[in-house]
Protein backbone atom coordinates (compact mmCIF):
# COMPACT_ATOMS: atom_id res chain seq x y z
CA UNK A 1 0.00 0.00 0.00
CA UNK A 2 1.41 3.34 -0.83
CA UNK A 3 2.24 6.06 1.50
CA UNK A 4 -0.77 7.92 -0.88
CA UNK A 5 -3.02 5.36 -0.29
CA UNK A 6 -2.62 5.69 3.78
CA UNK A 7 -3.68 9.15 4.37
CA UNK A 8 -6.57 11.23 4.27
CA UNK A 9 -7.58 14.54 3.84
CA UNK A 10 -9.21 16.25 6.32
CA UNK A 11 -11.25 19.43 6.79
CA UNK A 12 -9.94 22.10 9.60
CA UNK A 13 -11.15 25.79 10.01
CA UNK A 14 -13.23 27.83 12.40
CA UNK A 15 -14.00 30.95 9.82
CA UNK A 16 -12.15 29.34 6.76
CA UNK A 17 -12.11 25.87 5.77
CA UNK A 18 -8.77 24.33 4.74
CA UNK A 19 -8.69 20.93 4.02
CA UNK A 20 -5.14 19.01 5.29
CA UNK A 21 -3.57 15.83 4.74
CA UNK A 22 -3.51 13.78 7.90
CA UNK A 23 -0.82 10.91 7.65
CA UNK A 24 -0.04 7.91 9.94
CA UNK A 25 1.70 7.88 12.60
CA UNK A 26 4.97 6.00 13.16
CA UNK A 27 5.69 3.37 15.56
CA UNK A 28 7.21 5.40 17.51
CA UNK A 29 4.66 7.99 17.38
CA UNK A 30 2.11 5.55 18.40
CA UNK A 31 4.04 4.77 21.34
CA UNK A 32 4.29 8.40 22.52
CA UNK A 33 0.80 8.79 22.25
CA UNK A 34 0.35 6.08 24.09
CA UNK A 35 2.32 7.28 26.65
CA UNK A 36 0.21 10.16 26.87
CA UNK A 37 -3.25 8.46 27.00
CA UNK A 38 -1.67 6.69 29.94
CA UNK A 39 -0.86 9.64 31.75
CA UNK A 40 -4.90 10.99 30.92
CA UNK A 41 -5.89 7.24 32.44
CA UNK A 42 -3.84 7.84 35.51
CA UNK A 43 -5.09 11.48 36.29
CA UNK A 44 -8.74 10.03 35.47
CA UNK A 45 -8.35 7.74 37.90
CA UNK A 46 -7.49 10.46 40.53
CA UNK A 47 -10.40 12.10 40.71
CA UNK A 48 -12.70 12.30 43.41
CA UNK A 49 -16.24 13.11 42.60
CA UNK A 50 -16.91 14.07 45.36
CA UNK A 51 -14.90 17.26 45.13
CA UNK A 52 -14.53 17.90 41.46
CA UNK A 53 -16.33 19.81 39.39
CA UNK A 54 -16.82 18.85 35.22
CA UNK A 55 -15.36 22.06 34.89
CA UNK A 56 -12.29 21.15 37.20
CA UNK A 57 -12.12 17.80 35.80
CA UNK A 58 -11.71 19.16 32.07
CA UNK A 59 -8.74 21.66 33.51
CA UNK A 60 -6.82 19.12 34.86
CA UNK A 61 -7.22 16.77 31.72
CA UNK A 62 -5.97 19.67 29.69
CA UNK A 63 -3.70 20.38 31.45
CA UNK A 64 -2.13 16.94 31.46
CA UNK A 65 -2.49 16.58 27.58
CA UNK A 66 -1.80 20.50 26.54
CA UNK A 67 1.63 20.40 25.30
CA UNK A 68 1.25 16.85 24.11
CA UNK A 69 -1.90 17.64 21.90
CA UNK A 70 -0.23 20.02 19.41
CA UNK A 71 2.76 17.52 19.34
CA UNK A 72 0.52 14.93 18.38
CA UNK A 73 -1.56 17.57 16.19
CA UNK A 74 2.16 18.21 14.82
CA UNK A 75 2.48 14.54 13.75
CA UNK A 76 -0.47 13.82 11.96
CA UNK A 77 -0.83 17.52 9.95
CA UNK A 78 1.82 18.13 8.26
CA UNK A 79 1.06 21.49 6.53
CA UNK A 80 1.58 24.80 8.03
CA UNK A 81 -1.73 24.85 10.60
CA UNK A 82 -2.84 26.93 13.53
CA UNK A 83 -4.40 25.35 16.76
CA UNK A 84 -6.78 28.14 16.69
CA UNK A 85 -8.00 26.61 13.41
CA UNK A 86 -9.15 23.38 14.71
CA UNK A 87 -12.88 23.67 16.93
CA UNK A 88 -13.52 21.00 19.57
CA UNK A 89 -15.52 18.86 17.25
CA UNK A 90 -12.67 18.88 14.37
CA UNK A 91 -10.07 17.99 17.13
CA UNK A 92 -12.78 15.00 17.99
CA UNK A 93 -13.32 13.52 14.70
CA UNK A 94 -9.57 14.20 13.73
CA UNK A 95 -8.56 11.74 16.82
CA UNK A 96 -11.49 9.08 15.98
CA UNK A 97 -9.47 9.35 11.98
CA UNK A 98 -6.35 8.94 13.80
CA UNK A 99 -7.57 6.33 15.43
CA UNK A 100 -9.31 4.40 12.47
CA UNK A 101 -5.61 5.04 10.89
CA UNK A 102 -3.99 3.58 13.51
CA UNK A 103 -4.86 1.92 15.75
CA UNK A 104 -8.31 -0.07 15.19
CA UNK A 105 -7.21 -2.73 12.41
CA UNK A 106 -4.36 -3.70 14.85
CA UNK A 107 -7.00 -4.19 17.66
CA UNK A 108 -8.80 -6.00 15.41
CA UNK A 109 -6.15 -8.05 14.69
CA UNK A 110 -5.14 -8.52 18.22
CA UNK A 111 -8.52 -9.93 19.33
CA UNK A 112 -8.10 -12.35 16.56
CA UNK A 113 -5.09 -13.48 17.77
CA UNK A 114 -6.68 -13.81 21.38
CA UNK A 115 -9.41 -16.00 20.02
CA UNK A 116 -6.76 -18.12 17.77
CA UNK A 117 -5.41 -18.62 21.34
CA UNK A 118 -7.99 -19.78 23.11
CA UNK A 119 -9.22 -21.99 20.80
CA UNK A 120 -5.80 -23.70 20.50
CA UNK A 121 -5.94 -24.15 23.98
CA UNK A 122 -9.04 -25.72 23.86
CA UNK A 123 -7.45 -28.58 21.20
CA UNK A 124 -4.64 -29.28 23.62
CA UNK A 125 -5.24 -32.35 26.09
CA UNK A 126 -4.53 -31.65 29.56
CA UNK A 127 -3.14 -34.17 32.32
CA UNK A 128 -4.76 -35.74 34.45
Do not use: C
Not at 15 to 39: R, W
Not at 74 to 97: A, T
Not at 99 to 114: A, G, I, P, T
Amino acid sequence: MSLKEKTRQFTIGITEEKEVTIYPLSLGDQLDLLETIKAIVTKLTQFDSSSYSVESVVSDLLEVAAGDLVKFLEKVIREDFSIYEISNDQLYELIMLVYEMNFQRFSKNLKSLFKMKDNLEGQIPTES
